[in-house]
């Protein structure tokens, strides 16, 4: 049973409502990672898709995931059902017009 506890199913809610996933993932994934899954799997028929990880937020239980911290880390008891499907939302940022 402590095999499967240290896998989440995981799918990513476009801000459309569409879906990526689910995929499961190992509770020692770093957050980076699943940007660059997210921006693997991005879907090549949508408009103003992110370019880099950079471009990407990914939101669970109202809290922004930071790059450095892992799945493990994130995981919310009062969210995240075992055997259950955590659904994280995916907030793509404009690149950034820096002003000279």
Known sequence: MAGSQD???????LSDGTDIGPK???????IVTLKESVLAQWP?????????VKDL???????VLENNKTVG?????LCDLPGGVT?????????????G
């Not at 896998?7 to 809610?13: G, H, M, S, T, V």
């Not at 937020?57 to 809290?63: F, H, M, P, T, V």
């Open 7 to 13: 896998q989440l199913e995981i799918k990513f809610r």
């Open 24 to 30: 499961s993932y190992s509770a020692a994934t770093s």
């Open 44 to 52: 090549k028929d949508k408009e103003y898709g992110p370019r880099t």
């Open 57 to 63: 937020k990914l939101i669970s239980a109202g809290k």
């Open 73 to 77: 880390d994130c995981q919310s008891p």
């Open 87 to 99: 659904t994280m939302h995916v907030v793509v940022q404009p690149p950034s017009v820096e002003e």
